[in-house]
């Protein structure tokens, strides 16, 4: 069993940057592709990121490649989700979510959710 919790999230003006932090329990961190997804008011979840166990591979939806990054630190149970040039069609809950070995951008093939952190972008 995995319990995350995600924290970070606020109110930031379009341009600005938040980083974003998911806690993860347990002693197995490393087994775990994490993946950070979001979902905007009226809209469906959507994949946003994903990185592999070891922090070797990563992925992204087309909408943030290159303004957000995910990275990890085993040695702390976190992923994080760095967000720079933040633009108001970021507002969304943003969820991290855990499975075993290997990412992906498909979140019926994840097994552990955290409860969400709001980011609002004002423009």
């Known amino acids: 069993q995995v319990q995350l919790v995600e924290s970070g999230g606020g109110l930031v003006q379009a341009g600005g940057s938040l980083r974003l932090s998911c806690a993860a329990s347990g002693r197995t961190f490393s087994r775990y592709a994490m993946g950070w997804f979001r979902q905007a008011p009226g809209k469906d979840r959507e994949f946003v990121a994903s990185i592999s166990g070891s922090g070797g591979s990563t992925f992204y939806a087309d909408s943030v490649k290159g303004r957000f990054t995910i990275s990890r630190d085993n040695a702390k149970n976190t992923v994080y989700l760095q967000m720079n040039s933040l633009k108001p069609e970021d507002t969304a809950v943003y969820y991290c979510?855990?499975?075993?070995?290997?990412?992906?951008?498909?979140?019926?093939?994840?097994?552990?959710w955290g409860q969400g952190t709001q980011v609002t972008v004002s423009s």
């Open positions: 979510a855990a499975r075993i070995i290997i990412p992906s951008a498909k979140q019926y093939e994840y097994d552990y």
